[in-house]
């Protein structure tokens, strides 16, 4: 046997994974095909939103808990700068569920939120300016977190802890054995004693060759990022300017828009970041077109312009990432039935990188002691396909 855990994948949770298991003193080696950090995959572009108010399911909140405590504790052991507590604003139309179900979700939970009509949202940021029925729900303790640092940061620690890293290893097949796993490459084999996949929007075909065929899609999705004009640039800044997010009930058009404040130190292109959440469109990962394309500049031009008119430029930049979509929007994060000794954490649908400190731990659980202590029971396989 090469390694007790070996963790297919090191992008956002992957890396997350390494750093759990080697901080249990097991040996672990995580293998990719490209360098961590890079921007093929899901975890590129600078920020991820960070909130706990949580409109997808009341469920996640718990892990959003241990994550948070998770992103703490990586600064510290790190020195490194990872969560920006800026505040997140989940707006909506009048009876919005988006807003509702955040709303639900903090109160099951105490949460400290507010809740704010159209006009005490334009008093305290007056870039917005919503539609008369507008309300929203402000989230102080919320945020961002910085992707690329954040691997970075769990690789790091990881390493201090024993853990290997190798790439590219691009795995073609992988195998298991009852008591091991085995994956191949072109050139290289690894034998290990678990196997946890973190393999993104590549997942699908790994997951099949070992016995469970799983609805995930991979989704083509753009972000861009727009500079404030001069006079606005301070009042679009994470000093002044919450993460946001606006359901206008699809009169945008392209799922629900969001903001990212910039931040002195931002990696990457200068200004607002901004995306639409929700599904994009289904691509083959190795094979699609990455260019942005001018009328979905102008998509995202006459969006902000509806929300924060005359606050900021056309856009100037503009990439590509993947959404891996399951079945019902939920993640999966499992053993494999018939093969327990491969865990996954796969279809993470767009909001799963907030996540990562939490799902690294409980992928570790699953790995070395077979069950989770965090509640994951909800993001089973068994909700999906019958053992
Ligand atoms: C535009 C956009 C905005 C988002 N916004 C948010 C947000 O605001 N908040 C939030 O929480 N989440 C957000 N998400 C979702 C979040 O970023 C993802 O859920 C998360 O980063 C996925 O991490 P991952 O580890 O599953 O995938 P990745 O980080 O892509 O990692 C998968 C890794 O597996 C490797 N791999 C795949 N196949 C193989 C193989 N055969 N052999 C070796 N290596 C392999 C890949 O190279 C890759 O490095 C967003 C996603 C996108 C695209």
Not at 192 to 208: D, H, Q, Y
Request: aromatic letters at 8%; one cysteine or more; charged letters at 25%.
């Amino acid at each position: 046997m090469d390694v007790d855990v070996m963790v297919i994948g090191i992008g956002g949770i992957g890396s997350a994974a390494v750093r759990e298991v080697a901080a249990r003193g097991a040996s672990v080696i995580g293998i990719d095909r490209f360098p961590p950090g890079h921007a093929r995959g899901s975890s590129h572009g600078g920020s991820r939103v960070f909130r706990r108010a949580y409109f997808e399911d009341a469920a996640y909140v718990r892990l959003l808990d241990n994550a948070s405590v998770g992103w703490d504790q990586l600064e510290s052991a790190t020195g490194r700068s990872l969560i920006h507590r800026c505040g997140v604003l989940v707006a909506g139309l009048s009876g919005s569920t988006t807003v509702g179900a955040s709303f639900d979700s903090a109160m099951q939970h105490g949460l400290r939120v507010e809740r704010l009509d159209r006009d005490a949202i334009h008093s305290r940021w007056p870039i917005f300016d919503l539609p008369e029925n507008a309300e929203g729900l402000y989230e102080p303790d919320a945020g961002f977190v910085d992707p690329e640092s954040g691997i970075q940061a769990h690789l790091e620690l990881a390493r201090r802890d024993g853990a290997e890293t190798r790439w590219p290893f691009d795995v073609t097949s992988i195998e298991s054995h009852g008591d091991s796993v085995t994956v191949r490459s072109q050139r290289d084999t690894i034998r290990a004693r678990r196997a946890i996949v973190t393999a993104g929007a590549w997942a699908k075909p790994l997951l099949l060759q070992a016995g469970c065929p799983l609805e995930i899609t991979p989704h083509r999705k753009v972000i861009a990022w727009a500079r404030p004009s001069p006079s606005r640039s301070a009042d679009t800044s994470a000093g002044r300017c919450p993460c946001w997010l606006v359901d206008d009930g699809g009169a945008l058009g392209r799922g629900v828009l969001y903001g990212i404040p910039w931040w002195p130190g931002q990696r990457g292109p200068d200004g607002m970041k901004f995306g639409f959440h929700g599904p994009g469109t289904p691509v083959d990962p190795d094979r699609f077109d990455r260019t942005v394309e001018e009328p979905e500049i102008e998509w995202f031009r006459a969006a902000i312009d509806r929300c924060l008119p005359g606050v900021f430029e056309r856009p100037h930049a503009a990439k590509t990432c993947l959404y891996t979509m399951s079945s019902d929007e939920h993640f999966i994060v499992d053993r494999l039935p018939g093969a327990e000794s491969i865990s996954i954490a796969a279809g993470l649908s767009g909001h799963g990188y907030k996540f990562a400190p939490a799902l690294g731990k409980a992928l570790a659980e699953l790995a070395l002691d077979g069950e989770s202590s965090l509640p994951i029971d909800f993001l089973s396989i068994d909700r999906l396909v019958s053992r």
